[in-house]
């Protein structure tokens, strides 16, 4: 009896030991980041980013008063609903394509791994470099084709540029959607697709009453992740146009981050943050009811 | 007999048709970094002339020696090189044994556990940035590499974990039970039998950590105020000043900046997909 004791208490603490340096490591970089900014939400913040004390919903009210935030808030849920939504389409429908037995298939999935691979500055300068209006290459291509005669502007108004920026988004996110697709594409079972040729079935048929309903799963975790991290997307905004002119392309990752480090606003910033990090748990909780009425089902 | 000639030619319609749209998309998908390598190799004046070609017209190969000597290059690479590689170390060291319990052990919390690595995927590292100032602020890691591995590797515990705890589960246990009955501890029995089955994972894992650290741009661009400790994805930026552009340079520093990625990347693509949906649909 005396022996045992110790023993089952280390058998009762031994998978918090394992599992002991994660939570250290996300307690200090994430959780602590978290308190912070909540208590910055709420507090009086000077412009040197010292906290000096509660003040309830001060910031919040000031963020939502400012005649930016609404634009703002308005071209983020755009933004992210347009590039989610097309991104999502458009990698699957590439997915259905990469999913057929055809030579050079090994080359065009390495293709289409390039814009997951390549990092988001880098991608987001060479675009702004494509639809520059005096030398860009989109314009000298169109030229050298016969297509265009002069130097089209491609971005006259801000709301073009900020069209632009959903595009390149939408570039850059279809690789992922397109790979989670073709991983579900490939586990489907061939003999689901036989049974349903036998009976008569049409390719839309098929696609409809098999396809569709086999790669839900992992095109809703394509979706959800997708979701939260276009939401939260900075670099291609901030390296075409950093949110301007007057905040009528800034999403709110960009204008909190300028809110923070540009004009010395770190309790506002902190409340766009608590605001951004409200509306994603009302999307995510969506979702894991969803799921879960599911599993009851 | 008619009959058969015609599903031939629909069939090599669709084929036709499926060759076609597929090298229009892959053709669109490369022209950007077509217009990056181009780019790379102009000339300031060609890039900027009235009447620009698609191709350059002298090839300055130069542009890509030229970089190493207007910026300190060589340090930015070799400050992503440490960033990724440290926050890997870090992520692993802490994320193996963490997954290991969650596949292996039953407890309580498991659950919560589970929930909160997926809440903290919520929270991207530019909607903390303030709050992760201010803790590295505390540490002094502001301005340091330090500071960017231990972020780095933090924010990519869950994908670690989710990626790991999969590839783990996916391993039957008896093996390692064996092993304990001849005598190893537990911990002999993870580094001997079940981290060498699971090698393919863990090694997806580490790339996909690396990369991911490798291109991080927003917390190091907020962090790092010296020149000598940016790593590639900021410090390229130094040809992209707010009077004028030097593309030839950007192009050709960004170039460099993405061959080792793409190569890894194409290296555990298809590991990785299976893992991630994997990982999310069994939860």
């Known amino acids: 009896m005396k022996r045992k004791k110790p023993y089952t208490l280390l058998n009762k603490v031994e998978p ?13 970089f994430i ?17 040197a980013g010292l906290v000096k004390g509660f003040c309830g919903f001060d910031n919040f009210s000031k963020v939502l008063k400012s005649a930016k935030f ?19 389409v458009l990698g699957f429908i590439l997915a259905l394509l990469l999913n057929n037995e055809f030579k050079g ?46 130097n089209v502007n491609w971005t006259p108004a801000p709301e073009a540029f900020f069209a632009w920026e959903i595009a390149c988004g939408i570039f850059v996110t279809i690789p992922f959607v397109c790979f989670t697709a073709l991983s579900g594409l490939q586990s489907i079972d061939a003999s689901y697709y036989e049974a349903a040729t036998v009976d008569g079935a049409n390719y839309w048929q098929k696609l409809g009453h098999i396809t569709l309903p086999l790669v839900k799963p992992s095109l809703t975790v394509a979706t959800v992740l997708n979701i939260i991290y276009v939401f939260n997307s900075f670099p291609i905004v901030w390296t075409i146009t950093k ?27 902190a409340a766009v943050s608590v605001i951004g ?7 995510a909780s969506i979702y894991m009811v969803s799921t879960l009425k599911k599993g009851d089902e | 007999m008619a009959d058969n000639i015609r599903i031939n030619w629909g069939k090599l319609l669709s084929r036709v048709l499926l060759y076609f749209v597929v090298a229009l998309i892959c053709l669109f998908i490369l022209y950007p970094y077509f217009v990056m390598a181009c780019t790379a190799l102009k000339s300031r004046s060609e ?109 990519n515990q869950a994908f670690t974990i989710w990626l790991l705890r999969g590839t783990f589960m996916s391993i039957s246990a008896e093996m390692e039970q064996a092993a304990t009955i001849d005598g190893c501890n537990r911990i002999q029995a993870m580094f001997k039998v079940l981290l060498p089955v699971a090698a393919p994972g863990i090694v997806t894992t580490l ?42 340079y950007l192009f050709a520093a960004s170039i460099f900046a993405i061959i080792p990625v793409v190569i890894l990347f194409m290296s555990i693509e298809k590991n990785l997909t299976s893992g991630l949906t994997a990982g999310g649909v069994k939860g």
């Open chain 1, 16 to 28: 918090y030991l394992w599992i002991l340096p994660s939570i250290i490591l996300m307690a200090i």
């Open chain 1, 31 to 47: 959780i602590v980041p978290i308190g912070f900014v909540f208590r910055m939400a709420f507090s009086q913040v000077t412009k």
């Open chain 1, 70 to 88: 609404g634009l703002v808030l308005k071209n983020t849920i755009i933004w992210t609903i347009l590039v989610v939504g097309l991104s999502t």
């Open chain 1, 105 to 150: 298939r090994k080359i065009a999935r390495a293709i289409v791994v390039f814009p997951w691979a390549t990092t988001l500055v880098i991608q987001a300068s060479v675009w702004k470099f494509i639809i520059d209006t005096d030398y860009g290459a989109l314009n000298t291509l169109l030229k050298t084709l016969g297509i265009i005669e002069r």
């Open chain 1, 243 to 269: 949110g301007d002119p007057a905040s009528r392309t800034d999403t709110l990752v960009t204008y909190l981050y300028k809110l923070a480090f540009y004009n010395g606003k770190q309790g506002e910033a």
């Open chain 1, 277 to 283: 990090f409200l509306i994603l748990l009302v999307c």
């Open chain 2, 47 to 155: 890039i900027f002339a009235i009447n620009g070609t698609i191709f350059p017209i002298n090839v300055m190969w130069s542009n890509f020696i030229d970089i190493w000597q207007k910026a300190p290059m060589a340090r930015y690479m070799l400050n992503s090189i440490v960033i990724a590689a440290g926050s890997t170390a870090i992520a692993m060291v802490c994320g193996i044994p963490a997954a290991y319990a969650l596949a292996r052990m039953k407890f309580k919390g498991q659950t919560a556990f589970l929930g909160f690595i997926i809440v903290s995927q919520m929270f991207a590292p530019v909607v903390l940035l303030i709050g992760i100032y201010k803790v590295m602020q505390m540490f002094g890691l502001t301005n340091s590499l330090l500071g960017l591995i231990f972020i780095n590797a933090a924010f």
């Open chain 2, 207 to 248: 790339i996909f950590i690396f990369i991911n650290a490798w291109n991080e741009y927003t917390v190091a661009l907020c962090l790092i105020s010296t020149d000598t400790l940016k790593p590639l994805t900021v410090g390229i930026n130094i040809f992209n000043g707010y009077n004028m552009i030097e593309w030839q």
